[in-house]
């Protein structure tokens, strides 16, 4: 993997060009990985029961309950996509519970270990940034990925 520091937004396509042609949106591929990877990361922890057991509280729930919940906050590039850093989580932790992270390490820990967390966490400050190219192979990886795992486990 090739981390890079910071640099300048890009900028979005205008919507017509200077004679006046009309210029085709880019599609939004970060959307599209992020809805993919999500469903990879809730098809993953789903239990053969069809149920997930939430990283943070450790309830039980039926598997259309579950989220995909950060570890580290999804604005950080460098770890939005990371698998380690994302697991199943129950709504209530996710969305009311700001993360529930001081659980959410907890369950990494019982999870992965303590010194694969502590490596997840220095990735935090690092800048990562995707091309187009990587956007559209991850797309498909985890599309292709889902729907193995959806014919596995029968959801
Ligand atoms: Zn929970």
């Not at 880019?26 to 922890?45: C, V």
């Not at 729930?61 to 995909?68: G, L, M, R, V, W």
């Amino acid at each position: 993997m090739i981390y890079k520091r910071k640099k300048k937004k890009e900028k979005p396509l205008p919507l017509f060009d200077r004679m006046g042609v009309t210029v085709k949106k880019k599609p939004d591929l970060k959307a599209k990985l992020d809805k993919e990877f999500s469903l990879f990361i809730r098809l993953r922890d789903a239990m053969p029961n069809g149920c997930f057991r939430c990283i943070s509280c450790g309830h039980i729930k039926p598997f259309e309950q579950a989220d995909n919940g950060h570890y580290i906050n999804r604005q950080h590039m460098s770890t939005r996509f990371d698998e380690m850093n994302c697991n199943a989580q129950c709504r209530k932790c996710n969305r009311f519970m700001e993360g529930n992270i001081q659980n959410y390490r907890k369950g990494l820990i019982a999870k992965y270990g303590e010194q694969k967390v502590i490596l997840l966490e220095a990735k935090q400050g690092i800048t990562r940034k995707y091309s187009d190219f990587e956007y559209e192979q991850l797309i498909k990886y985890y599309k292709a990925l889902n729907k193995k795992l959806k014919k596995e486990k029968e959801i």
